[in-house]
Nanobody, 123 residues
Framework: VQLQASGGGSVQAGGSLRLSCAAS????????MGWFRQAPGNEREFVAG????????LYRDSVKGRFTISRDNSKNMVYLQMNSLKSEDTAVYYC?????????????????WGQGTQVTVSS
């Protein structure tokens, strides 16, 4: 499975971005999906996850109410809508496919990773 993340960019604090993740094949039947991020000097951290059918979602506390993860299995796409962006959201964002159909927050639960897209939020 190949994952291609896109949609990153530079925005001012309070702005919005929508990240997209395209999968090379139909992962939707079997895989939960997730978004992670990594800022310079920090470990990669979980941002949001979604189960195979979109029925369950998880978010890290700092993005709850601001970010929304969704998926379109007919297009093999996963999205991350990011609103009310803050400077601390600045990072490289990665999409990933989980080993199982369930939603997951641990890195070890994911086995395919995209290349990352940079998000920069200026205050």
């Amino acid at each position: 499975v190949q994952l291609q993340a896109s949609g990153g960019g530079s925005v001012q604090a309070g702005g919005s971005l929508r990240l997209s993740c395209a999968a090379s094949r139909r992962t939707s039947s079997n895989n939960g999906m997730g978004w992670f991020r990594q800022a310079p000097g920090n470990e990669r951290e979980f941002v949001a996850g979604i189960s195979w059918n979109g029925g369950s979602t998880l978010y890290r506390d700092s993005v709850k109410g601001r970010f929304t993860i969704s998926r379109d299995n007919s297009k093999n796409m996963v999205y991350l809508q990011m609103n009310s962006l803050k400077s601390e959201d600045t990072a490289v964002y990665y999409c990933a496919a989980a080993r199982t159909a369930a939603v997951a927050s641990q890195k070890a639960s994911y086995h395919y990773w995209g290349q990352g897209t940079q998000v920069t939020v200026s205050s």
